[in-house]
């Protein structure tokens, strides 16, 4: 082979490689969509695929995570879990040259909650509030705050929501959980940061989180504020 096409198989190669990758993400993303669709009915949801554009949020206190980023709601699917309206969906969002997809469920019900992101604690996470702070803490509890990082605009409110119970009940939570937790109005989210939820495991994602959610939305800090 002359130099003339050892040059051209340099410059084609990365391109068809490049191509293939975006292909590959096409199908692989189409095939998504239509298995999560055929799952959505066997846990009792409608799918609603891009019909449904995200969450309103309380202006005054977005989600730390629907805040900072301006991404994309894909995947879509409404539900209930008791007493609780419920929706699951993908959001992709970009992070400097990364981009990140992660699936989220969202619980409702007719109760403010106190604005908060919860996250697990990891080791930067103790030497950053060691020096600013601003973690949430409980002394009666240091098994929640050593797992995790609690911050909030309104303390106050915060913990009174997380009462003893709620408290325990995060504790023991396994710990290969890793929830991600935050509210916005009547709004609570839960999800695993950068990890989308495959068809198989839909049931049991739901189940989880909703188990999560139902304890917060009983929490006696909710239920009877000024108890």
């Known amino acids: 082979m002359n130099s003339n096409g050892t ?12 191509v293939a990758v975006i292909i590959w993400g096409i199908l692989n993303a189409r095939k998504r969509t239509q298995d999560l669709a055929a799952t959505a009915p066997q846990i009792g949801f409608t799918f609603m695929g891009d019909t ?12 730390c ?12 699917m409404v539900g209930s879990a008791g007493n609780l309206q419920a929706i699951i969906f993908d959001y992709t969002y970009r992070m400097g040259k990364s981009t990140v997809t992660q699936t989220l469920a969202c619980f409702s019900e007719k109760l403010q909650l106190p604005p908060f992101a919860l996250k697990p604690e990891g080791v930067f996470d103790r030497i950053g509030d060691a020096i600013v702070h601003t973690d949430i803490n409980f002394d009666s509890h240091p098994g929640f705050s050593r797992r995790y990082g609690l911050k909030s605009p309104e303390e106050a409110g915060t913990r009174r929501l997380f009462s003893p119970g709620l408290l325990s009940y995060m504790e023991q939570i396994p710990s290969e959980g890793n929830w991600n937790i935050e509210t916005s109005g009547t709004n609570l989210f839960i999800y695993r940061a950068g990890r989308t939820v495959s068809p198989t495991d839909l049931s049991t994602f739901f189940h989880e989180t909703s188990s999560v959610a139902t304890t917060v939305f009983n929490s006696d800090g909710l239920k009877n504020p000024v108890g």
Do not use: C, D, M
């Open 65 to 76: 995570l629907l805040q900072r980023t301006r991404g994309s709601f894909k995947n879509a």
């Open 7 to 18: 040059s051209l198989l340099w410059i084609l190669g990365p391109i068809a490689l490049f």
């Open 52 to 63: 449904w554009h995200g969450p309103v949020l309380n202006p005054q206190h977005k989600t």
